[in-house]
């Protein structure tokens, strides 16, 4: 496989999140930045590929919401989601219980 600059910047964006926060607080319940990512790859692959969410021009889209899996076995409601940007980045992090803190 050639790596090609783009190729190179993509696989960098994908780092950048997890470099600067580990893992995510909701009000008690932590959840660890790799689920947060994996929702994110899964949700971009599941819609046709991150190059066509992140490279078509004509598809204008701030964030998404993914869910992320992880459950509670005290709480078999509770369920937890990631908005993320164009880029791939984190916005956010919420749960049943509400926003979440990053660490």
Same mark, same amino acid.
């Given at each position: 496989m050639k790596i090609t600059p783009p190729?190179?910047? #993509?696989? #960098?964006s994908l780092l950048v999140p997890a470099i600067?926060?580990?893992?995510?607080?909701?009000d008690g319940?932590?959840?660890?930045m790799h #689920?947060?990512?994996? %929702?994110?790859?899964?949700?971009?692959?599941?819609?046709?590929g991150r190059s066509n969410y992140l490279g078509? %021009?004509?598809?204008? #889209?701030?964030?998404r919401n993914a869910r992320i899996h992880f459950r509670l076995?005290?709480?078999?409601y509770w369920?937890?989601?990631v908005e993320y940007g164009s880029?791939?980045?984190v916005l956010s992090v919420k749960s049943s219980y509400g926003e979440c803190t990053g660490h």
């Open positions: 190729s190179i910047t #993509l696989f #960098l600067a926060l580990s893992e995510f607080d909701c319940v932590i959840i660890p #689920l947060v990512i994996e %929702a994110i790859n899964a949700d971009i692959h599941e819609k046709n078509n %021009a004509d598809l204008i #889209l701030e964030s076995d005290s709480d078999p369920r937890s989601w880029e791939g980045q």
